[in-house]
């Protein structure tokens, strides 16, 4: 069965720093990788999504993330954070199939933004 | 296009009553996911169509739990019977292949 581990909760940052949220994931075939982010009450905003080809892939709101197969990796990293990027982040994997039984995420890292 | 649409937003019912969610997909999308999430986790699938067929059921969508998605397009989840375990945010995405789900903002159900 698929699984993503988060290892850290709560990650503070001070604002202007750079950022690098952790992401492992376990997946017998080629995974499909994504990163949201949720906001307090909201719904989930997808970031970027890995599938095939460039294991460095760019997202919205100047974030990236990198695929690293050896590792089972998919860290998400941004140059300088802002204080709007304080929220909830959660890395999911899907099945290679085209996400016939949806995504299995991970439980989430919560991101404080020092001033 | 608005994105994914999920009435209510917010739902206080007392335990025993049923309650239903509306989500309305992106138009073009043919798959729709019904999630719940809890507080400190990550959403937990509960269940998926394409089109009007129901593909896919997790062990978490106890018999108390139906979901619809008449002529593929908008899907109601209902619950019966509520419990205070039922408490969580209910989440709905839609998607196409290969290209990762887009969630609405769910709907907030407190059992008391």
């Known amino acids: ?43 989930l905003q997808l970031l970027l999504k890995y599938f095939s080809g460039d294991t460095l892939v760019q997202g919205i709101k100047g974030f990236e993330a990198e695929f690293k197969r050896s590792q089972s990796s998919f860290n998400l990293r941004k140059p300088s954070v802002h204080w709007s990027d304080a929220a909830e982040y959660f890395c999911a994997v899907g099945n290679s199939g085209g996400g016939a039984d949806g995504l299995t995420f991970g439980k989430g890292t919560h991101l404080i933004i020092q001033p | 296009d608005t994105g994914v649409s999920q009435d209510p937003r917010h739902k206080i019912t007392k335990r025993g009553q049923n309650v239903t969610f509306r989500c309305d997909p992106i138009s073009e999308h043919n ?82």
């Open chain 1, 1 to 43: 069965a698929q699984s993503v581990t988060q290892p850290d909760i709560h990650i503070t940052v001070s604002e202007g720093a750079s950022l690098e949220l952790r992401c492992n994931y376990s997946y017998g075939a080629t995974p499909y990788l994504f990163w949201y982010v949720q906001s307090p009450g909201q719904g």
């Open chain 2, 31 to 112: 798959r729709l996911y019904w999630y719940r999430q809890t507080l400190g986790q990550g959403p937990e699938f509960l269940t998926y169509f394409q089109n009007e067929a129901q593909l896919e059921k997790s062990r978490l969508l106890s018999d108390r739990f139906s979901a619809e998605r008449p002529k593929g397009s908008f899907s109601t989840l209902e619950i019966q019977r509520t419990e205070q375990g039922d408490s969580a945010m209910y989440l709905c995405a839609s998607s196409i292949i290969r290209d990762g789900l887009f969630f609405g903002s769910g709907t907030q159900l407190s059992v008391l």
